[in-house]
């Protein structure tokens, strides 16, 4: 089994850009399609950008873009670059892997911590 650990979050001015990285562990972390979710106080979850295996991507209208998903499979890391951040965009932020389809549902059984991304003035 795969696991997924979110770091790169923090304070921004709006119009400014963040990194979010999405590091796994498991050797066959190639294999699993990414997303990016967030959530953001008194919402639901949401996906706001998804990279198949293949290197595919997806995104969110509210993010498209503006946000960028990539991926190194040497690294076994997953990136979110942000740029033009919103005070709107402000959420905590969770990856998470499986099946292309298993992103696209976002329903597992475990989340990590997340990380906060906050866009203010």
């Known amino acids: 089994q795969v696991q997924l650990v979110e770091s790169g979050g923090g304070l921004v001015q709006p119009g400014g850009s963040l990194r979010l990285s999405c590091a796994a562990s498991?050797?066959?972390?190639?294999?699993?399609?990414v997303g990016w979710y967030r959530q953001a106080p008194g919402k639901q979850r949401e996906l706001v950008a998804r990279?198949?295996?293949?290197?595919?991507?997806n995104y969110a209208d509210s993010v498209k873009g503006r946000f960028t998903i990539s991926r190194d499979n040497a690294k076994n890391t997953v990136y979110l670059q942000m740029n033009s951040l919103k005070p709107e965009d402000t959420a905590v932020y969770y990856c998470?892997?499986?099946?292309?389809?298993?992103?696209?549902?976002?329903?597992?059984?475990?989340w990590g911590q997340g990380t906060q991304v906050t866009v203010s003035s």
């Open positions: 498991g050797s066959i972390f190639s294999v699993y399609a």
């Open positions: 998470n892997g499986g099946s292309a389809l298993t992103v696209l549902a976002g329903r597992y059984d475990a």
């Open positions: 990279i198949t295996s293949g290197g595919s991507t």
